[in-house]
């Protein structure tokens, strides 16, 4: 059984800096990509960011990039989203999700279909 948890989540102001923790358990983490994906009350699930098994590519959107940065620590089976200059658009629940290799989201890393396991979320509230 996969499971990711969540972590390092809470309230910040404006143009502060949080960083969200994903521990992934019960499968090899070095075999999966890895993304984070946020959701705000009313709207879709949006892309943040990803990165890939060994690291060697991340992927963000226009929206968080030179912001928002994803790191992975292979040894501690545990992915990062490092956030800075907040703003009150980045409130959300914020959820890590892994994807196996070969589901191509090296090409399409923002399609959430292409992961298979999921966390609980974390909110992010960035207050004025």
């Known amino acids: 059984q996969v499971q990711l948890v969540e972590s390092g989540g809470g309230l910040v102001q404006i143009g502060g800096s949080l960083r969200l923790s994903c521990v992934v358990s019960?499968?090899?983490?070095?075999?999966?990509?890895m993304g984070w994906f946020r959701q705000a009350p009313g709207k879709e699930r949006e892309f943040v960011a990803a990165i890939t098994s060994r690291g060697s590519s991340t992927y963000y959107p226009d929206s968080v990039k030179g912001r928002f940065t994803i790191s992975r620590d292979n040894a501690m089976n545990t992915v990062y989203l490092q956030m800075n200059s907040l703003k009150p658009d980045d409130t959300a629940v914020y959820y890590c999700a892994a994807a196996r290799l070969g589901l191509g989201v090296p090409s399409n890393p923002s399609n959430p279909s292409k992961y298979s396991y999921w966390g609980q979320g974390a909110q992010v509230t960035v207050s004025s």
């Open positions: 019960g499968r090899t983490f070095s075999s999966f990509h």
